[in-house]
């Protein structure tokens, strides 16, 4: 059964209640307006509170990117070099048969042979169905590589389980009712629209607005201050910062003797990082970091609530787990979490009860223990041989929701990856991307407006259900069902693999959802206290606030967080003076939206921002084509001189797909495969480079 021939008959005009699924906090409600069977509108559902009516300038582009001239529309096969982009159509039979006879084959050269498979796939959906749902069911049948799905955000969400026990944290709504509110690591304006709603209504009731931000953003732009540290310092700002609550006792000792554990330890480490010592690491005056203190402890004194909404930028350094352990932190300092408008909220995600097991069914694996291979980096792990500790080397990937090439670190490496003549390759795609490329069979996915899916969310605690606006384009198929079929092309015969999308659907929440409120009104807002933490109850071990983790202590990790300076700290380096932070350009969402033409049209061109005093010293104007580069690689783009960035960093905004580049790179070029202190994430904002003018492409004016 195809699940999508429930969707709308071509009769009259209708909308559609669906939601976004694409890698943002919103997680939005969509009304899609289809007329004669075709999607003429996309835009936000005024009943969704968080959503209100609104969306982002990207989502309102859908249909111009689900009607793309560009779109996949049938099987292809590569009949070119790997990395020509050159393919011929071929019939979906003849595309899983002989898919399926590559993955047999595999799959039989010994016990463990099936390793040699391996899926990689992130948040291209973040739906339950059309993400890790059928999919997972079918690579645990195979016995295939396990995935560590780590390239946004597992050092963030690590330090959220081992601190408070789960990605967790105040409710959105209630940062209308803060009275400061710390924007770190986060340019809300553009990855968390429906946050900054809240965040102004605060500001218009007497609120202050803080960013903390190497980049001077476009939300850095609307706060009342704004603190430029130097990329991975925030762990040393946030020491700092109890410091200063120590020394002049704005502290809440009731919630820390009651709530919290390891106080005295973190209260040792804390004293040792005056603003002075602060200051010079994080490349800010040390009167920045004493005024922000008082602002945070007047909060503490006053009795009102003070929050803290963090992003995952922080987090994409060595020491961003620690970083994001601190920052977690600082509100059981000042009993912030005794208020609903107090607190930190990174992620909700451990809010929703997702049936994962039901869904993904890991006991298809039958015993078996494949090894988990990081996603982050891929670039080694695909040229990589066949070792004891490794095992065999990978020989079939399969690539959905996603496009390594462009995203991963170190990109060099990973284009060699894939270049490989023996990886089979086989890419689920609405587009021919940079991976799409290298793939050996292209199979057309279906997008959101044509496929059912449910969706949980990091940024608010509401269900959202996608319905399917209209039928699937040309021979496009949605992502469960292309597994569904080559389930069946493996012989497979588990009764799970005819499971339909709308059961999965109903699958992924079980009894703890009202399926029948999710089907009528498009999404269902779980039941949770207002202030999770405002009696401790903390999902720990402990059941405290953990500043002192004993599950990290067990690994052989500094069970008590500081601050851990980056691969590559800033000025270490003669040769690579400057930071590169690559902050997402503001039309693309990852590197999906890059080729609808009317947003790259928003964006220009590949830029690298730069302070004038950085520029000056190189001889550089705004405009010149400048070579980035360090020991990785070479990028080359354009110049922008920007009070954005601050000196001695630049900002690389990305993600450009390759072929979009001015020389068929990216920024990703130059990004390193180190991972973080915990979490095992990547560390695309701890890199250092080098800009000259580059006389190959131009050069100067």
């Known amino acids: 059964m195809n699940p999508t021939s429930t969707a709308v008959p071509d009769v009259k005009t209708s909308q559609i209640l669906g939601a976004c699924p694409h890698d943002c906090p919103d997680t939005c409600s969509l009304l899609t307006t289809v007329k004669g069977g075709v999607a003429i509108k996309v835009g936000g559902n005024p ?85 890790e749902g059928m999919a997972a069911r079918f690579f645990h049948q195979l016995g295939a590589s396990l995935l560590d799905r780590t390239v946004c955000s597992s050092a963030g969400a690590e330090a959220l389980t081992q601190t408070l026990g789960g990605k967790l944290g105040m409710h959105l709504k209630f940062f209308a009712e803060s009275r400061l509110i710390l924007i770190w690591g986060s340019n809300s304006i553009t990855s968390n629209l429906h946050f900054w709603r809240y965040a102004q209504k605060a500001k218009n009731q007497g609120a202050k607005l803080i960013c903390i931000d190497p980049r001077k953003s476009e939300t850095a732009d609307k706060c009342d201050e704004h603190i430029a540290l130097l990329p991975g310092t925030d762990g040393a700002l946030a020491l700092s910062l109890m410091h200063e609550l120590i020394q002049h006792d704005w502290l809440d000792h009731d919630y820390l003797a009651r709530y919290t554990l390891g106080w005295d330890l973190l209260r040792s480490r804390a004293l040792q990082w005056p603003p002075e010592r602060a200051a010079r690491v994080c490349g800010i005056g040390p009167e920045q970091i004493r005024a922000l203190a008082r602002d945070y402890g007047a909060c503490a004194a006053s009795g009102e609530p003070a929050a803290i909404r963090m992003n995952y930028g922080m987090q994409r350094v060595h020491g961003g787990g620690n970083a994001a352990r601190l920052i977690a932190s600082l509100p059981a300092l000042i ?155 493996m012989g497979f015969d588990d009764p799970c693999f005819a499971d339909d999308d709308l059961t999965l659907c109903r699958m992924a929440y079980g009894a703890a959802v009202d399926f029948d409120e999710l089907l009528e009104k498009g999404f269902v807002t779980l039941k949770l206290p207002d202030a999770p933490f405002a009696q401790g109850a903390y999902p720990t071990p402990s059941g405290k606030c953990e500043f002192f983790s004993a599950r990290l202590a067990a690994m052989g990790l500094d069970g008590l967080p500081d601050h851990v300076p980056n691969h590559e700290p800033f000025n270490s380096s003669v040769d690579y003076p400057l930071a590169m932070i690559s902050p997402p350009a503001r039309n693309f969402l990852n590197s999906s939206f890059v080729n609808v033409e009317s947003l790259r049209a928003l964006e220009g061109e590949p830029l690298l921002e730069m302070h004038a005093d950085d520029a000056a010293a190189r001889g550089l104007q705004n405009g010149d084509t400048v070579r980035v580069f360090n020991q990785r690689g070479v990028y080359r783009c354009k110049l922008k001189i920007s009070r954005r960035a601050r000196v001695g960093v630049v900002n690389g905004l990305g993600v450009w797909w390759r072929k979009h580049g001015l020389a068929g790179t990216n920024v990703n070029e130059l990004t390193s495969q180190a991972l973080t202190d915990i979490g095992r994430a990547p560390t695309f904002y701890d890199c250092l480079v080098q800009v000259e003018a580059d006389s190959r492409i131009g050069g100067t004016h």
């Open 335 to 489: 009993g912030a979490w005794r208020h609903r408008a107090g607190g930190v909220l990174l992620s909700s995600s451990s809010s929703f009860p997702i049936q994962r097991a039901a869904l993904q069914r890991p006991d298809l694996l039958g015993g078996r223990k494949p090894r988990t291979i990081n996603m982050s980096t891929i670039g080694d792990n695909l040229l990589r041989a066949a070792s004891q500790d490794f095992g065999p080397a990978v020989k079939a990937l399969i690539v959905y929701n996603s496009n390594p090439v462009a995203i991963a670190p170190d990109s060099a490496r990973v284009v060699q990856g894939f270049e490989r003549d023996d990886l089979f390759t086989v890419v689920l795609e609405h587009f021919q991307t940079d991976t799409a490329d290298y793939a050996d069979y292209i199979l057309p996915a279906t997008t959101q407006l044509e496929h059912w899916d449910v969706h949980m969310s990091y940024g608010h605690t509401d269900v959202l259900l996608n319905r399917p606006a209209i039928a699937p384009l040309g021979q496009a198929k949605p992502n469960a069902q292309i597994f569904r079929e080559l389930a069946q092309h």
């Open 47 to 131: 009943e969704h509170p968080h959503t209100a009516g609104a969306l982002c300038t990207k989502v309102s582009r859908y249909p111009e990117r689900t009607y793309h001239p560009q779109r996949i529309l049938q099987p292809l096969k590569r009949v070119g070099p790997k990395g020509s982009g050159q393919f011929e159509p071929v019939s979906w039979g003849a595309a899983l048969s002989d898919i399926a006879a590559r993955l047999q084959a595999i799959a039989a050269d010994g016990p463990d042979a099936a390793q040699a498979i391996l899926p990689y796939s992130y948040a291209g959906t973040m739906g339950l169905v059309q993400g």
